[in-house]
């Protein structure tokens, strides 16, 4: 089993930065990529960015592409989620996520792992 801790949410204002991370630990081996999700008050869980466990590879909503990057520390089995020009719309529980399947999809059922999120909202 892989254990997923997310850290770093807040509240901040439309226009500012915020970084998440996200700490995995256990059979971090079975690990192919990690992902972030996000969902708002009466939204479905939405994609936001995945990266390959090796960090060759990245993913991007549309939403977010030119704002957010996501980085991964092998070394401390971290994922990083950096988050600039905020955007109110950005408001939702983020959410850390991890699978064992080799290909990186933005369905959330194709994720075993999951963190218990991290609440980011921003004001207008």
């Known amino acids: 089993q892989v254990q997923l801790v997310e850290s770093g949410g807040g509240l901040v204002q439309a226009g500012d930065s915020l970084r998440l991370s996200c700490a995995a630990s256990?059979?971090?081996?079975?690990?192919?990529?990690m992902a972030w999700f996000r969902q708002a008050p009466g939204k479905e869980r939405e994609f936001v960015t995945a990266?390959?466990?090796?960090?060759?590879?990245?993913y991007y909503a549309d939403s977010v592409k030119g704002r957010f990057t996501i980085s991964i520390d092998n070394a401390r089995n971290t994922v990083y989620l950096q988050m600039n020009s905020l955007k109110p719309e950005d408001t939702a529980l983020y959410y850390c996520?991890?699978?064992?399947?080799?290909?990186?999809?933005?369905?959330?059922?194709?994720?075993?792992?999951w963190g218990q999120g991290t609440q980011v909202t921003v004001s207008s």
């Open positions: 996520a991890a699978t064992r399947r080799v290909v990186v999809t933005s369905t959330p059922s194709n994720y075993g792992s």
């Open positions: 256990g059979r971090t081996f079975s690990i192919y990529a």
């Open positions: 990266i390959s466990w090796s960090g060759g590879n990245t």
